[in-house]
């Protein structure tokens, strides 16, 4: 079992930026996949951004130019610029590894207009 700790989120006013960072406890773990995604009630959870191995990254068309993933050992990082309302959500890291999925605890970005 893999234990994802996330930090960074918070309440920002609409144009403000927000880290959010997540880290497996074990500092040897490695995974070939990393990375964010968000819900928010009533709608399903949904793919913002990941980082593969080779750095290969990938976002959401909503968030391009906006955010920016990155990864270091074990840890995945999201910066988050330009936020908007519409970004608001709970975000989750997601981390597969040897063909097994693990979920950080979320973490509730809010955006004020």
């Known amino acids: 079992q893999v234990q994802l700790v996330e930090s960074g989120g918070g309440l920002v006013q609409a144009g403000g930026s927000l880290r959010l960072s997540c880290t497996a406890a074990?500092?040897?773990?490695?995974?070939?996949?990393m990375g964010w995604y968000r819900q928010v009630p009533g709608k399903q959870r949904e793919l913002v951004a990941v980082?593969?191995?080779?750095?290969t990254n990938e976002y959401a068309d909503s968030v391009k130019g906006r955010f920016t993933i990155s990864r270091d050992k074990n840890s995945v990082y999201l910066q988050m610029n330009s936020l908007k309302p519409e970004d608001t959500a709970v975000y989750y890291c997601?981390?597969?590894?040897?063909?097994?999925?693990?979920w950080g605890q979320g973490t509730q970005v809010t955006v004020s207009s």
């Open positions: 980082v593969r191995n080779r750095n």
């Open positions: 997601k981390v597969v590894a040897n063909w097994v999925t693990y």
């Open positions: 074990d500092p040897t773990f490695r995974s070939n996949y």
